[in-house]
Nanobody
Framework: QVQLVESGGGSVQAGGSMGLSCRASGSIDAIDAITCMGWFRQGPGKGREGVATICRDNTDYADSVKGRFTISRDNAKNSLYLQMNSLRLDDSAMYYC???????????????????WGQGTQVTVDS
């Protein structure tokens, strides 16, 4: 009913910046029912981790990205964004956009609460 498509990503030097976008398409009713959207990442040999999430006007960030990454959402465009500054080598990963309809008793940065996922976009930070 809802598809998520990421854009952005690529390679950047350490210390640089990069922006990611995610657009939701499909059933308008389903899109309106989304409670939280977020960005998650998975590096080589690592588990999937929450990077930043937004639930209505509330944002949550992983400690490792606080002060460097900013998540935002444009409901009129059904889009989610992630601005990444001061990128580090350990930020390299596949980044996924995700969404959930869960309304309460959830941990926003826990990927297990999310059931809609994009295909992912690779971010590589080079020295």
């Amino acid at each position: 009913q809802v598809q998520l498509v990421e854009s952005g990503g690529g390679s950047v030097q350490a210390g640089g910046s990069m922006g990611l976008s995610c657009r939701a398409s499909g059933s308008i009713d389903a899109i309106d029912a989304i409670t939280c959207m977020g960005w998650f990442r998975q590096g080589p040999g690592k588990g999937r981790e929450g990077v930043a999430t937004i639930c209505r006007d509330n944002t949550d960030y992983a400690d490792s990205v606080k002060g460097r990454f900013t998540i935002s959402r444009d409901n009129a465009k059904n889009s989610l964004y992630l601005q990444m500054n001061s990128l580090r080598l350990d930020d390299s990963a596949m980044y996924y956009c995700a969404a959930t309809f869960v309304a309460s008793h959830m941990q926003p940065l826990d990927y297990r609460y999310y059931n809609l996922w994009g295909q992912g976009t690779q971010v590589t930070v080079d020295s």
